[in-house]
């Protein structure tokens, strides 16, 4: 859900896998179309256990390393505790240590989108490059030469994790069971944003104006200190809850979890358009050091954000009679959530004051949605089962809506199985969904050859388009539909061999989600 941790700190250490194929979003949501894959936390384990693991790139870079240990014993009333704990940490890699993080695409038979840096005429044809590019022959590969903006953002962020994990069960008679859990995880992550592309104008007044070409109307120069960089620390909470017994024929479980998410953020380098604009003047395109020039129009930006989610959930199921198949089950549930998100923006965040950055409104958000779910589990004959569920979800804002979804699955013999399944899905967007990630910087800019898919565009010359593009709010998001239709076999002759083929159709219609752009 919304603020669920990182899954491998969990089920790393203290559980494991269960996928289940095909579509099944009438029972586990709108985000298990093709299937799910279940984590079973291990339950009444005693012993211990300590890991470690590393790992590094073919090229002795992007190490990761994980240490984790767990703890499982009996308690002096009979009941089981569990505690686990682990510790992540994977090394930031550059844009700039692979060649193929480029947006130079001549190797490929494509463009060259790399932005020439240096003096252009108000028409915006180049005139001539800078100095420093002049010095190195010009060379397109040089930072003084071509604006590459995937060179200087990160690839792969820096990351520390560390999560402390418990888990206790405690029978309370013979059909009853009360269970708590606990997690917190801390995550520290620093990553490098692109660095922008100064645009100088060249004024008579500005000191290198006398050394320009003639018809020189600005200058494009980088400096790569100016990247943003970004270091965001969150910890997340969970805790659970419940009680899970039997009552005459019904198996029953009950539970109710709070989560919640808190996200600060340190942003340095981030540029003030009104110290731009003062300083642009004073920028120096002859090769001399602009460092003083550059911090004076630099700041630091400390957004923060919160996000939390309380959920209760109950489930039933009971053996109803026996069909010629086997026992006939049936399973129902209900759930109820309610989220909270809270943002607070740097304030050189709001009203455009940010160079080349889009506004980031502070808000406080709540939002509450709600499922029915019922199952039945079939078996028409002993070699074939059919799978009946439906799922009715509200959520605020948008229209109740019911899916459907059937299954069957036929084993001819031991080692050969045949399944199939259809169903229909709905995803409404969520809080998380709406609203961009706190601390993001939001847009981007990148200058792209002009082509007819970009037009009308904002030249930044005859050649090239300037594109702004990123992650930003909306929070008018439609539902999101979908149909599944899924078929596979799986046929395992021995204990030692197992081969599966299985095929999806899913439609989505109104899909949303963060573009990779």
């Not at 590094?56 to 704990?85: E, I, P």
């Not at 200058?219 to 419940?242: C, K, M, Q, W, Y």
């Not at 395109?285 to 003083?292: A, I, Q």
Request: hydrophobic share 35%; with cysteine; net charge neutral.
């Amino acid at each position: 859900r919304d603020c669920a941790p990182d899954q491998n700190d969990k089920e790393g250490d203290v559980g494991g896998r269960l996928l289940l194929r095909g579509g099944a979003s009438a029972i586990y949501g709108a985000d298990a179309m093709a299937g799910t894959i279940n984590i079973i936390l291990k339950k009444d384990y005693t012993g211990s256990e300590i890991s470690f693991r590393t790992g590094v790139s073919q090229r002795g870079d992007a190490r990761s390393r994980q240490a984790s240990t767990m703890l499982g014993t009996q308690t002096r009333s009979g009941g089981n505790l569990l505690l686990a704990a682990s510790i992540t940490s994977q090394d930031e890699l550059a844009g700039e240590q692979r060649d193929w993080h480029t947006i130079d695409g001549t190797r490929f038979g494509l463009q060259d989108e790399r932005l020439p840096l240096g003096f252009f005429d108000s028409y915006g044809e180049s005139l001539l490059a800078l100095p420093q590019c002049r010095a190195l022959g010009e060379n397109p590969a040089s930072q003084y030469c071509r604006y590459d903006s995937e060179r200087y953002r990160t690839l792969q962020p820096g990351l520390l994790n560390k999560s402390l994990y418990m888990r206790w069960d405690q029978a309370l008679g013979s059909s009853l069971t009360l269970y708590f859990s606990g997690l917190r995880t801390q995550s520290d992550q620093t990553l490098q944003h692109r660095s922008p592309v100064i645009y100088v104008p060249m004024t008579p007044s500005h000191p290198d104006y006398a050394n320009a070409p003639a018809g020189t109307d600005y200058v494009l120069f980088l400096d790569r200190s100016a990247g943003p960089r970004n270091h965001s620390a969150s910890t997340t909470d969970e805790i659970s809850i419940g009680l899970e017994g039997r009552t005459r024929e019904w198996s029953w479980n009950i539970a109710l979890s709070h989560s919640d998410s808190r996200v600060h953020s340190t942003i340095d380098n981030a540029l003030v358009l009104a110290k731009v604009l003062e300083n642009l003047s004073r920028v120096r395109v002859d090769g001399s050091d602009n460092t003083d020039v550059m911090n004076a129009m630099r700041s630091i930006i400390r957004p923060a954000g919160y996000n939390s989610i309380d959920t209760l959930e109950a489930t039933s199921n009971r053996r109803l009679f026996d069909a010629p198949g086997g026992p006939v089950r049936f399973e129902m549930g209900v759930a109820l959530h309610f989220s909270h998100r809270r943002n607070a923006p740097d304030p050189l965040q709001l009203g455009g004051r940010l160079y080349l950055g889009s506004d980031t409104q502070p808000y406080n958000l709540n939002s509450r949605d709600s499922a029915v779910f019922a199952e039945l589990d079939l078996p028409l004959h002993r070699t074939l089962q059919a799978d009946l569920a439906i799922r009715l979800d509200h959520h605020d804002g948008f229209q109740t809506n019911t899916s459907p979804r059937i299954g069957m699955r036929w084993t001819p013999n031991p080692s050969l199985l045949v399944r199939a399944s259809l169903g229909q899905g709905y995803r409404a967007p969520g809080l998380n969904d709406q609203r961009a990630p706190f601390a993001d910087l939001n847009n981007s800019i990148v200058f792209m050859h002009v082509s007819p898919e970009l037009l009308p565009c904002i030249r930044a010359s005859s050649r090239y388009c300037r594109v702004e593009y990123g992650v930003a709010d909306n929070p008018h998001l439609r539902a999101e539909y979908s149909r599944s239709l899924t078929m596979g076999m799986v046929w395992a002759p021995t204990n030692a061999l197992h081969m599966s083929l299985d095929g999806y159709r899913i439609l989505r219609t109104d899909e949303f989600g963060v573009a990779d752009a």
